[in-house]
């Protein structure tokens, strides 16, 4: 019981810790096919790090599957008081009430409803045409992206900063950028007036969460 008592007490240290410094704010993405531990224990250091959100993306899991995964996620999000954000998965959101989701343009430009039922909407995008147009559709943020070459996407040409400026002029929503930010290339976003940043393989492979994390406000 002192243990368990003593990390969440060393989880509101950090939060503490970080709190004046951290500017730039932090969505995390699941994929649990990179982590090499239990895949669990992983998620709850990220949430009880100072992450701003959770986007549970397994979107290769089945519908009932997906279920399974967001109770337990948002299980652990509550109890770390972080945002758990579902994706690609809107029926599930709605039937579990879990007003906030993340998807695709495409996604949204054929599931147009689902914003009535989201306090909360995500929208991916990688022009100032497609962020317009999310923002039209009721996207409450947007995902810019990929902004760096990195090895998900070695087949596609990074998005660039310069883009990633104009799609934060398009729109009056905040804007995340996505896509090969680590400590070595996040500097470049400081010339951007990205309200923060996504992260998937960095907080998935880590094993020391709340120092990556902190390396990533420079």
Same mark, same amino acid.
């Given at each position: *019981?002192?243990?368990?008592?003593? =990390?969440?007490?060393?989880? %509101?240290?950090?939060?503490? +810790?970080?709190?004046?410094? &951290? *500017?730039?704010?932090?969505?995390? &993405?699941?994929?649990?096919?990179?982590?090499?531990? %239990?895949?669990?224990?992983?998620?709850?250091? &990220?949430?009880?790090?100072?992450?701003?959100?959770?986007?549970?993306?397994?979107?290769?899991? $089945?519908? %009932?599957?997906?279920?399974?995964?967001?109770?337990?996620?948002?299980?652990? +999000?509550?109890?770390?008081?972080?945002?758990?954000?579902? /994706?690609?998965?809107?029926?599930?959101?709605?039937?579990?009430? &879990? @007003?906030?989701?993340? +998807?695709?343009? %495409?996604?949204?430009? #054929? /599931?147009?409803?689902?914003?009535? =039922? *989201?306090?909360?909407?995500?929208?991916?995008?990688? !022009?100032?045409?497609?962020?317009?147009?999310?923002?039209?559709?009721?996207?409450?943020?947007?995902?810019?992206? /990929?902004?760096?070459? !990195? @090895?998900?996407?070695?087949?596609?040409?990074?998005?660039?900063? $310069? #883009?990633?400026?104009?799609? +934060?002029?398009?729109?009056?929503?905040?804007?995340?950028?996505?896509?090969?930010?680590?400590?070595? !290339?996040?500097?470049?976003?400081?010339? !951007?007036?990205?309200?923060?940043?996504?992260? *998937?393989?960095?907080?998935?492979?880590?094993?020391?969460?709340? $120092? =990556?994390?902190? $390396?990533?406000?420079?």
């Amino acid at each position: *019981m002192f243990g368990i008592f003593n =990390y969440y007490l060393c989880s %509101d240290f950090y939060s503490i +810790c970080f709190e004046e410094r &951290i *500017m730039r704010k932090v969505i995390a &993405i699941t994929n649990r096919h990179l982590v090499h531990r %239990d895949y669990w224990d992983q998620l709850e250091q &990220i949430v009880a790090s100072p992450v701003e959100s959770l986007v549970l993306r397994e979107k290769d899991l $089945s519908e %009932d599957e997906y279920i399974d995964y967001a109770k337990k996620a948002l299980s652990l +999000c509550n109890i770390h008081g972080k945002q758990c954000i579902l /994706h690609n998965f809107g029926r599930v959101a709605v039937r579990l009430h &879990i @007003p906030r989701f993340q +998807c695709s343009l %495409d996604y949204l430009k #054929t /599931h147009t409803s689902i914003s009535y =039922y *989201m306090s909360t909407l995500g929208v991916s995008v990688h !022009t100032a045409e497609e962020a317009h147009e999310a923002e039209k559709l009721g996207a409450t943020y947007v995902i810019a992206g /990929h902004v760096f070459r !990195t @090895p998900s996407k070695e087949a596609y040409s990074p998005i660039g900063v $310069s #883009t990633v400026k104009d799609i +934060c002029n398009a729109v009056s929503v905040p804007v995340y950028a996505l896509g090969g930010v680590n400590p070595t !290339t996040v500097g470049e976003l400081n010339a !951007t007036p990205v309200k923060g940043i996504a992260l *998937m393989s960095g907080l998935m492979e880590s094993n020391d969460i709340p $120092s =990556y994390v902190a $390396s990533l406000q420079v």
